[in-house]
């Protein structure tokens, strides 16, 4: 009568067999959270901002962060790599501009692909120029730009997010979620002044402001706006979180491809439902005009009350299209 044979084991029963390898997830899997800090104009706060950011994710988040500096100067990728070591990565990237536009995009994304594959987060830094490709903003899942408290910045940074309309009002791809953060504000008594006396021409979401402290000067290369005492520190974290909440919100609304590197935990950790976001600002024409009419906020929603009353300059303009940015579907997934 026929025997099997003995395996190595001294048994006639088939060797266990390995458990399968798991397939390696394609690149556009990888989810790490992504937010481009760009002005067309310098003097801003923008690197300022994009360096206290990072370091925010880092030391108070405790999520691993890279900081993409994509500017010549290198101003941001300095004041980390001279300040307290706090385990950022620090990359200067200055974009090669003189490639042209699509030379520019294909070296800022391949940067951009592989520090997302080692980060939880990464926050870019970069002064905008016509001589980039828009479509490269497709890749971050936030732009923050920063804007000073004076009409002409304002007009000029209307001016500038006009010609990239196309971009945050996408209807085929997925836009990246526009942020305007109101910089080194000395009063926050005017912010609802200028914001309401202009015409934006897209929807964003309006940060709570970093404010101009004079003692924030001094921190360049030694300390984070986010360690300084009282409220200078406070203000710099409400806004921190702020934009941490946003980001999170719009990866989790994403098509789910996977999480990547941001585990479940650090996403709940991160998207309480915060209460120091405005509003979301959002645009919209009556039916039978094809200006955009503009929803203000007043000056107690600018104090980050979710439950602030809403005004409109204009009665056609439902209050319905104010929605607040956040919904529990996203808590409902985990």
Known sequence: MYQPPLNSLGSTQAPPQAPPIAPTPPLKALKALKILVTSRKGGVGKSTISANL????KTELGLTTTLLDLDLHGSSSEWLREARPI???VQHHP???DLGRR????????????AAESSAVVVADLTWSDALDGNWLFDYDVVL???????IEVSA???????????FESTVRVPPQLIICPSRVESTDSISDIFTSQTFPISFVLSPPVLG????????KKGYLSEMPGDAGKSFRLFAQSVADVGMAHVRSKPDTGRGNIKISELRRVTGESDVLNHFMQQRGSAGSSAPSFIPIKKSAIKSDPQADITTTDKTTKI???KRLFSHRGAARD
């Open 54 to 57: 990072a370091a925010y994710f």
């Open 103 to 114: 030379g520019a995009a294909l070296d800022a994304r391949r940067h951009l692909r592989h």
């Open 213 to 220: 402290f004079p003692q924030a000067k001094h921190l360049f």
């Open 87 to 89: 385990g950022v990565v």
């Open 320 to 322: 319905g299209f104010l």
């Open 95 to 97: 974009l090669p501009l």
């Open 145 to 151: 730009t920063p804007v000073s408290l004076s009409g």
């Open 157 to 167: 940074t209307i001016g500038f997010l006009s010609n990239l309309h196309w971009v």
